[in-house]
């Protein structure tokens, strides 16, 4: 019943900005910690921000001082301000909690967001 919706990407110049957001249902996700993930045609997902549900962040070290993930439990949403893009930003964004919420599947992933930098 767990649903995580993706929203906000798009095309953008290389040191522009874009703002991500997430909204999820059908779990209690103020608890857990969350977490904003990339991936790119042949590459496995990489994690590239959380943050806890008391509001501490960490980020992978490629995107430290450029993102800025975010999360507002009373709308059960959770943000990603991308500033300063690069090239290599390139790629579907999905949030999720970190770990990934699991079901009896497997993981759980929603349909991420496109994220496109050019030159």
């Known amino acids: 019943q767990v649903q995580l919706v993706e929203s906000g990407g798009g095309l953008v110049q290389a040191g522009g900005s874009l703002r991500l957001s997430c909204a999820a249902s059908?779990?209690?996700?103020?608890?857990?910690?969350m977490g904003w993930y990339r991936q790119v045609p042949g590459k496995q997902r990489e994690l590239v921000a959380t943050?806890?549900?008391?509001?501490?962040?960490n980020y992978a070290y490629s995107v430290k001082g450029r993102f800025t993930i975010s999360r507002d439990n009373a709308k059960n949403a959770v943000y990603l301000q991308m500033n300063s893009l690069k090239l290599e930003d390139t790629g579907v964004y999905y949030c999720?909690?970190?770990?990934?919420?699991?079901?009896?599947?497997?993981?759980?992933w929603g349909q991420g967001t496109q994220v496109t930098v050019s030159s």
């Open positions: 943050i806890t549900s008391g509001g501490t962040r």
């Open positions: 059908g779990s209690r996700f103020s608890i857990n910690a």
């Open positions: 999720n909690t970190e770990p990934p919420w699991r079901t009896a599947q497997g993981d759980y």
